[in-house]
Structure formats: structure tokens, C-alpha cells
């Protein structure tokens, strides 16, 4: 499947540490704010897993592909300074890198359903 609309999804599941949530919180929610002025932003919702309750989940859609975000976007100074204290904060991370092909109720990510089915 190929990504016609040129953006990439990073959806990004954190494991906090016991009793780090709140503190993992604010980084991440100092961290949306930054990025969410960055020409290639297009959104972010921060979510809590209500399964998994020490878990958090960030899914963010960017113009670009995965090549032109790890180029542009995860050099910049003020991810450096977030990546620096994660450790402190985290036991694990996984990120998975999404591409969208099909869309409903909303116009994000421009793939319609009516793409996905060419």
C-alpha cells in the first residue's frame, strides 16, 4: 500500500514507571506543545490506557514520511531534551509507524475510504 497523502502516524504506546505517570504527564503534554507548532504537525491525541493503567498512548499524524520525520523532526533540540529524561521515567517504549489508507468521520489524514479501495 502506498501513501498517497504524504503523512506518517507514529502511534507510540509508553510503559511508565510506578509512580512516574504524572511526572511522564507533563513531559509529554510540554513536549505536544512544542510540536504542535512545527510546519510538519498535523495532530496528537494523548491517551490513557484504561486496560493497562500505568500505560500511556500518543498518536500523531505528521506530513512526511517516516524517512523525512527521523531526518527533520527527531533531531530537533527540544526532543533531545525530552529523550534525556525518559529513562527516568519509562520502562519500555514502543512505536509503531502507521500509514493511513482508509478514513472515517473525520478528514485527518485525507484517506478517504473510496482511495483505499483502488
Known amino acids: 500500500m502506498t501513501n498517497n497523502n504524504n503523512q506518517i502516524i507514529l502511534n507510540i504506546r509508553f510503559k511508565v514507571k510506578p509512580g512516574k505517570k504524572e511526572d511522564f504527564r507533563k513531559q509529554l503534554f510540554s513536549l505536544a506543545d512544542i510540536m504542535s507548532n512545527e510546519t510538519n504537525f498535523v495532530n496528537a491525541i494523548i491517551h490513557d490506557d484504561m486496560d493497562q493503567s500505568e500505560d500511556i498512548v500518543i498518536y500523531e499524524?505528521?506530513?512526511g514520511t517516516q524517512e523525512s520525520w527521523l531526518q527533520?523532526?527527531?533531531p530537533k533540540p527540544y526532543r533531545k531534551e525530552y529523550e534525556g529524561v525518559?529513562?527516568?521515567l519509562l520502562n519500555d517504549r514502543m512505536v509503531s509507524w502507521l500509514i493511513p489508507v482508509a478514513e472515517w468521520g473525520s478528514n485527518l489524514t485525507g484517506a478517504s475510504k473510496k482511495q483505499s479501495l483502488k
Open 86 to 88: 525518559l529513562s527516568e
Open 61 to 63: 499524524i505528521w506530513k
Open 72 to 74: 527533520e523532526e527527531f
